[in-house]
Structures are given as structure tokens and as C-alpha cells.
């Protein structure tokens, strides 16, 4: 990333949240006798389709498929056609004068991470996620590019875990002034030490992850897919 993008990402993150208050110093290591990391906060600003109905989908459920899912019955009971709709999370909705200020501050940097990622994946990856983020309902437009979902971790300490609702690939981008914090990629045996500005993309559904103690002040930006949105694209 450019050294003018990267300087300006902790200012503005703090901008954007209205000062640093939510921000903790981190000890080099826990205190004695804490054996897990404390909470951090989390800001889910995504797109859903985990509950759309199932019958929607050419191989789900066995629907017939010569009839139009308006026209689909059980029993005495039709197809919620409402279900079929991908939906906002509730955090976009309950945080939307921050959302707004977070990818208005930040969209040459989505622009540019866009951008390299087209240079950089494979054609059949790149498309695969490009295709979702071009089919949400309302001519709705990603604010991140090819993903759809943008979580805010702050002070993010995360216990070894895989994401097993992403798509295909993720992309992790550290912002923040610290020291470690370093991604440990279990499967493949590797410890990205990424700083202010470095980002990370993996199959986060397919390899257990997490990250390692910090000193200083950090938040992560993760950008995602839901799985789930194969159910609509028929990937």
C-alpha cells in the first residue's frame, strides 16, 4: 500500500469512531492466571442470505423446477417470496451514520486494495466473488469492492477459530500503531507479522487462524462473503 494511504489509516479510523476512546493500550502478554483474551469489539457491517429459502435454489429441496417460485405451495401454505432477498445486517442499520463516514473516508483505500486484487488473483477466484458482489438486490453497490461485508475488530485478540460462513477468500488489513499481533495461519504453518497497512488474504473456511498477543493500539478491517450467497447465484 502507498505510504500516504497507509499514514492516513489510523486517523482516520479515529475520525471516524469521534476520538480514541475505544481504543485500549495492550500489555506485551495477559495478566497471571487469564488463560483467554479479553473482549474486543465488533462491528459487522454485512450482507446476509443464511435464512432465504432453500427452495428458491435449482438443487434445493427438491422444488420442481417448471414452476415459478411465486406459484410454489405446501399444503395450504406458499412460499414467503420475502425470504428469497439477501439482507443487511443489523449493525449497518443501527451504525449507518458510521458506516457511511467509514467508506467515505476510506474508499480510495478500498478502491486501490480492489484494484490490486484484480491484478493479483486468479481469474476464476476473482470472478467467482465479483459475480456476488454485482447481484445485490436493489442495484446495491459494495462500499469494499469485491466483498461484500466489511467487520470492524477493535483491540481484536481472537481465539483460534475458522469462519465457516466465508466464501472462498477473506482479506484481513491491520490498522493501528503496535507491535505483534502477528495472524498464525495453523493449517500452513506460517505467522504473518502484518503492520499499519499490510493485509492478508486467505480461505479463511478451510484453515484455523488466529492472532498472537500486541503492545500498542490496533483494529483489523476483514472483508468477506457469506457463503450463503451461493444459494442465490447457484455457485
Known sequence: ????????????????????????????S???GENTPPPFDCLHFSWYT???????????????????????HLGNSRMNTWQML????????????????????????????????????????YEVLAQ????????????VELFISLVININVQAEAHWDQFDKNLCLALAIGNFS??????????LVLELQNGDFAVFHSSETIHF????????ATFVMQTDAEFDKSTGK
Open 211 to 218: 492472532n498472537l498477543n500486541y503492545v500498542g493500539r490496533w
Open 30 to 32: 495477559l495478566p497471571a
Open 50 to 72: 443464511r435464512y432465504t429459502t432453500k427452495n428458491s435454489h435449482p438443487q434445493g429441496n427438491d422444488a420442481p423446477s417448471d414452476i415459478h417460485p411465486y406459484e410454489l
Open 132 to 143: 456476488v458482489a454485482e447481484s445485490l438486490p436493489g442495484n446495491a453497490v459494495s462500499a
Open 1 to 28: 500500500m502507498p505510504k500516504g494511504m497507509k499514514d492516513l489509516l489510523f486517523p482516520s479510523l479515529i475520525a471516524c469512531l469521534d476520538g480514541p476512546d475505544l481504543f485500549t493500550a495492550q500489555p506485551s
Open 86 to 125: 439477501p439482507y443487511p445486517s443489523r449493525d449497518m442499520a443501527e451504525y449507518g451514520q458510521l458506516f457511511d463516514r467509514l467508506t467515505e473516508a476510506f474508499q480510495d483505500i478500498f478502491v486501490w486494495i480492489g484494484s490490486t486484487l484484480q491484478v493479483c488473483l486468479p481469474e476464476a477466484e
Open 180 to 189: 505483534g499481533g502477528g495472524l498464525v495461519l495453523h493449517k500452513q504453518g
